[in-house]
């Protein structure tokens, strides 16, 4: 059983604060990785995907891949209340099948 | 461009009824994949479709079963239904790989009573 974990939370920060998410993954054999923001009541949004070691970053979003610890995390800067929401980390391994964390709720408080 | 469509929005049947889900991709997208969501275990793959055929399955019975047609709509069907089939039901589809960008569609709320 391919298996996906992350802390369910809340985590909560400060606005303008970093907030880090971690997801760690057991299918060494996985190839890609996508973190899903998830807003309540609304479907998931693609943040950020990252495909192998290293940092990717897009605006106030950072992906970080270290493979050989089997860790995947997404650093949001400068968090916002609108940043509140769910963060769901998805890995797809060497069979083609998503799996999903169970999420990490981020709340933002002013 | 239009985003994933899914009908109905909203569900509800009794147990051992079969229902039928619905789902538009974006156009020129031609994987379109299905997942189940629950407060108990989450987001879980379903299956994938690509050219009108099944390209990877999730662990799920027989009785969740799929079709995608020369357009790339696809649908969804789960025969016999049971209480724990109760879930929104989720659509995403991308250009050519589950690898790629997948968008989401709004999901069906499906309730088994």
């Known amino acids: 059983q391919k298996e996906v974990e992350q802390n369910s939370g809340p985590l909560s920060v400060p606005e303008g604060a970093i907030a880090s998410l971690n997801c760690t993954y057991s299918?060494?054999?996985?190839?890609?990785f996508f973190w899903y923001r998830q807003y309540s009541g609304k479907s998931p949004e693609l943040i950020m995907s990252?495909?192998?070691?290293g940092d990717k970053e897009d605006g106030r979003f950072t992906a970080q891949l270290n493979k050989a610890s089997q860790y995947v995390s997404l650093l949001i800067r400068d968090s916002q209340p609108s940043d509140s929401a769910t963060y769901l980390c998805?890995?797809?391994?060497?069979?083609?099948?998503?799996?999903f964390g169970r999420g990490t709720s981020l709340i933002v408080h002013p | 461009k239009a985003g994933v469509t899914q009908t109905p929005r909203y569900l509800i049947k009794t147990r051992g009824q079969q229902v039928t889900l619905s789902c538009s991709p974006i156009?020129?997208?031609?994987?379109v994949s299905w997942y189940q969501q629950t407060p108990g275990q989450g987001l879980q793959f379903l299956f994938e479709?690509?050219?009108?055929?099944?390209?990877n399955k999730g662990n799920f019975p027989g009785r969740f079963s799929g079709r995608q047609f020369s357009n790339s709509r696809s649908e969804m069907n789960v025969s016999t239904l049971e209480l724990g089939d109760s879930a929104l039901y989720l659509c995403?589809?991308?250009?050519?790989?589950?690898?790629?960008?997948?968008?989401f569609g709004p999901g069906t709320r499906l309730l088994v009573l």
């Open positions: 995403a589809s991308s250009l050519e790989q589950l690898q790629e960008t997948q968008y």
């Open positions: 299918d060494r054999g996985s190839q890609s």
């Open positions: 990252i495909y192998s070691n």
């Open positions: 998805a890995v797809i391994g060497g069979s083609y099948i998503p799996t």
């Open positions: 156009s020129g997208h031609r994987s």
């Open positions: 479709y690509f050219s009108e055929t099944q390209r």
